[in-house]
């Protein structure tokens, strides 16, 4: 069955940087986009990067460009998400998410979630 | 970005009774090459993630009940439970996927 389970959250203190790495199994992880998307205490959905199999193409929300990083690593299955410059507003659960190709767009929806990984900026 | 607004932001409905989501894009998620809609429908439960429900609009995922369904074209969607169980109880959210993935606010809906 697929599980994604996401690891490295944390309390930081805003400036600083953290990484968070999502495991992926019972797929083959080399074929499928994988997302991220976080969600603030009490709020709601905010997709954040995704980065595709295709040529490695990456995309990423306006407010987290230039900041943060995704990447991943298809002989260990594993997606990341570098954080830097971190802020209070980044506060948030953080899920990794299986998208499924559309063929039309750099978008998808998202079929699979992990349970997320909580990252707290304070100082 | 497309922004996507649903309502009502809370609902409350009888077991066994219909419950209406609407979600609203401020541009089309149609697309023009196969005439599908790029939106998609989530169920959030209490400190778990969010669980895909119905995907291009109106297909529902494998192991969705089917008293879940999902309508509309276009800029307007409805999600709709045709009598609601008490494991209906969440948050639900639609997303479009045609350009920048964004998400609706949420609907919370509960039992009258």
């Known amino acids: 069955q697929v599980q994604l389970v996401e690891s490295g959250g944390g309390v930081v203190q805003p400036g600083r940087s953290l990484r968070l790495s999502c495991v992926a199994s019972?797929?083959?992880?080399?074929?499928?986009?994988m997302h991220w998307v976080r969600q603030a205490p009490g709020k709601g959905l905010e997709w954040v990067a995704v980065i595709w199999f295709v040529g490695n193409n990456k995309y990423y929300g306006d407010a987290v460009k230039g900041r943060f990083t995704i990447s991943r690593d298809n002989s260990k299955n594993t997606l990341y998400l570098q954080m830097n410059s971190l802020r209070v507003d980044d506060t948030a659960i953080y899920y990794c998410?299986?998208?499924?190709?559309?063929?039309?767009?750099?978008?998808?929806?998202?079929?699979?979630w992990g349970q997320g990984a909580l990252v707290t900026v304070s100082s | 970005d497309i922004v996507m607004t649903q309502s009502p932001d809370s609902l409350a409905v009888t077991l066994g009774e219909r419950a209406t989501i609407n979600c609203k894009s401020s541009q089309s998620v149609l697309h023009s090459s196969n005439k599908k809609n790029y939106l998609a429908w989530y169920q959030q439960k209490p400190g778990q993630p969010p669980k895909m429900l119905i995907y291009w609009a109106s297909t529902r995922e494998s192991g969705v009940p089917d008293r879940f369904s999902g309508s509309g074209s276009g800029t307007d969607f409805t999600l709709t439970i045709s009598s609601l169980q008490a494991e209906d109880v969440a948050l639900y959210y639609c997303q479009q996927y045609y350009s920048t993935m964004t998400f609706g606010q949420g609907t919370r809906l509960e039992i009258k």
């Open positions: 998410a299986r998208g499924i190709a559309t063929g039309t767009t750099t978008m998808s929806f998202l079929d699979y």
């Open positions: 019972g797929f083959n992880f080399s074929t499928y986009g």
